[in-house]
Each structure stands twice: as C-alpha cells, then as structure tokens.
C-alpha cells in the first residue's frame, strides 16, 4: 500500500472532508446541519480558532481519515489538555493503521503545544475501536453523564 501522509485539515478541501464528515455522522446514527457543518470545518481550519484544529490522513491525496482536536483549561493541571473529538477511517482503509497514525499525530502535535495530556470518548459498544485505543492509551474508568439545555 502506497504511504499515508497526514497533513493538517486547512491543507486539504472542504468536500473531502464533508464526504467523510457525512460518514462519521452515520457511523454514530446522527445527522448534523450542512450549516453546522461549515461552521465545524471553519473553526477547524481557521488561524483564528487556535484551540480547534484537525488532522487528515491522506492516500494518493485522497482523504481517507480526520481528526478533530479541541484544546481547554483544566482546573487540575497547569497545562491545557487535548480532547480528541472526533476520529474517523473510511470503512474502505480501516484495520491498515490510519487510527493509529492520526492518533500519533494528535500525541505529537499536543506535545509541540505544551498539553498536558490527551483524552478522548468513546461508545461502550464500539469495540473495535476499543482495541486500538487499548493499545495507545489507557482507560481511565469514567463514565460519562451530559445533559443537553
């Protein structure tokens, strides 16, 4: 397999990234506005929202995975922690390392901005994903609770 480069979001286009974008939404059984999801890929790739960004992972400079990363304050640490938002392989390149890859790239990239940490969810049924995940962090035991307003 020809090698997969990951670059940031704002180097690649829009509906490459609205492709997948749709998936991922379908993946978690949801559907969010196309106007919300101009607004998501402006805040990702502007200069402006320094604390969101994102990563794509690119084959043939066809987009086959992203990453969506949210930069806060934490009241425990002196340091801002990543929060991994989003991740997402085409169903097409799944189990080749694409995960892992944008994974990785977050790791790197919160390390250069000085965070003290990385963290992200996922669903209890997802297991597949669990695996990797298994593999490239640890579990922390928390579960989570949200109300919406």
Same mark, same amino acid.
């Given at each position: 397999m020809t090698a997969i480069s990951i670059v940031p979001l704002a180097?690649? $286009?829009q509906p490459q990234w609205?492709?997948?974008w749709v998936g991922y939404q379908a993946f978690y059984q949801t559907k969010l506005s196309d106007e919300l999801s101009a607004?998501?890929?402006q805040r990702l790739t502007s200069a402006e929202s320094a604390h969101m960004y994102g990563f794509a992972a690119l084959l043939e400079q066809q987009m086959v995975g992203f990453v969506h990363v949210i930069e806060h304050? $934490?009241?425990w640490t002196f340091k801002p922690y990543a929060y991994l938002q989003d991740l997402f392989t085409h169903t097409d390149y799944r189990g080749q390392g694409v995960a892992r890859l944008l994974?990785?790239?977050v790791y790197m990239e919160a390390k250069k901005r000085q965070c003290d940490r990385v963290y992200w969810l996922t669903q209890e049924a997802n297991q597949t994903a669990q695996i990797l995940y298994d593999k490239v962090a640890h579990k922390t035991g928390f579960i989570q609770y949200k109300q919406s307003l």
């Open positions: 180097q690649t $286009s609205q492709a997948l607004h998501t890929w304050d $934490s009241c994974i990785e790239q």
